[in-house]
């Protein structure tokens, strides 16, 4: 879905054109909302990468230009973890062009969609959890549901310790964990056959002040379950062992 949406792809596959802006055209859509032009003169080069693009962003808003099309852009190009900080760099500098400017408002929901499955596209949970250490600064105001999305993919994935990263952002993004964060976050230590792990998150977020949904306490209880048999097991071989 990710690459279908450009991401990690060269500008010209990604569908943006310099008629139609940076945004990807559906297949038979020609309607309104999907033909955005950019502000003439900065989209010369169909070619960019992003350190190309970050750099023109850099020039841009030396000069007081600080639309919000290139960046848009850069999101759908990051394709590593090191374009994905490239890119919180490129987020930096248009927002601060745009306070001294006077225009304090927060990025578009959209943007800040597209910023968070770059992080999931890029595997770069560094850059999610600095985007919420700094949202204010950034314009970025991430939801819970947008970051839930990007806990979601790790945990699919049993990336326990990218999960803990950004969830130890949160809170200071103005977004602290809630109910669904303790689901999300102790089925992926479930799925992994992870009970401590699971036990403490649960522990953990309690304390904090989290309620924890009834199907979140069947996962618990079906870790301890899966432990109990596996310890039962064990013995049953050490045993077995012992009398050979």
Request: proline share 5%; charged share 25%; glycine share 8%.
């Amino acid at each position: 879905m990710l690459q279908a949406a450009g991401v990690g792809r060269s500008a010209v596959e990604a569908g943006m054109r310099p008629d139609l802006g940076w945004v990807p055209l559906p297949e038979g859509n020609e309607g309104p909302a999907f033909r955005r032009p950019l502000s003439k003169g900065w989209f010369m080069k169909p070619h960019f990468t992003v350190q190309s693009l970050y750099e023109e962003i850099l020039r841009r808003c030396e000069v007081q230009q600080y639309d919000l099309g290139p960046l848009y852009m850069i999101t759908k190009l990051a394709a590593s973890r090191g374009d994905a900080r490239t890119v919180i760099d490129a987020v930096a500098a248009v927002r601060t062009a745009r306070a001294r400017a006077g225009r304090v408002a927060p990025m578009p929901t959209r943007l800040c969609a597209d910023f968070v499955a770059m992080c999931v596209a890029c595997d770069a949970p560094d850059v999610l959890a600095g985007a919420l250490t700094r949202s204010l600064e950034l314009g970025l105001l991430l939801s819970h549901n947008r970051v839930h999305d990007a806990l979601k993919a790790w945990g699919a994935a049993l990336e326990l310790h990218k999960i803990e990263q950004v969830v130890s952002a949160m809170e200071p993004g103005g977004i602290p964990p809630n109910t669904k964060t303790a689901y999300i976050m102790i089925r992926a230590a479930v799925n992994a056959e992870r009970q401590a792990s699971a036990e403490a998150y649960a522990d953990s977020l309690r304390v904090r002040g989290v309620r924890l949904h009834q199907t979140t306490m069947r996962l618990l209880e079906a870790g301890r379950h899966r432990q109990r048999e596996a310890e039962a097991a064990a013995r049953i071989d050490r045993r077995g062992g012992g009398a050979a």
